[in-house]
């Protein structure tokens, strides 16, 4: 069974960064495609970022391009999701996500089978 705990959020200042955490058990990175989604109060879950197997392509939401880095630590088995130039529209709570590595990536909560337990982001001055 796949585990995920994520971690890493926090209260920061607009302009700030954050790096959040997923580890994994249970499987190795290189069995899954990894996600990272948001929720903010009120909204539904958000595509934030995801990486794929073996190519490691990346894949980015509109709103967080430029900004936001996925990337994965293969030892370790974890998934970072590095946040730079953080503004209030990004607080929420930030889940990792993983799939087998079989499917192909997409950008919606249906295509990933396992989930953290959330970590919050507040961005706030």
């Known amino acids: 069974q796949v585990q995920l705990r994520d971690s890493g959020g926090g209260l920061v200042r607009p302009g700030d960064s954050l790096r959040l955490s997923c580890a994994v058990s249970g499987r190795t990175l290189h069995e899954l495609n990894m996600g990272w989604f948001r929720q903010a109060p009120g909204k539904e879950r958000e595509f934030v970022a995801a990486i794929g197997w073996p190519a490691l392509d990346t894949y980015y939401g509109d709103s967080v391009k430029g900004r936001f880095t996925i990337s994965r630590d293969i030892p370790v088995n974890t998934v970072y999701l590095q946040m730079d130039s953080l503004q209030p529209e990004d607080t929420g709570v930030y889940y990792c996500?993983?799939?087998?590595?079989?499917?192909?990536?997409?950008?919606?909560?249906?295509?990933?089978?396992?989930w953290g337990q959330g970590t919050q982001v507040t961005v706030s001055s």
């Open positions: 996500a993983a799939a087998p590595r079989t499917r192909p990536i997409v950008k919606t909560t249906h295509g990933y089978e396992y």
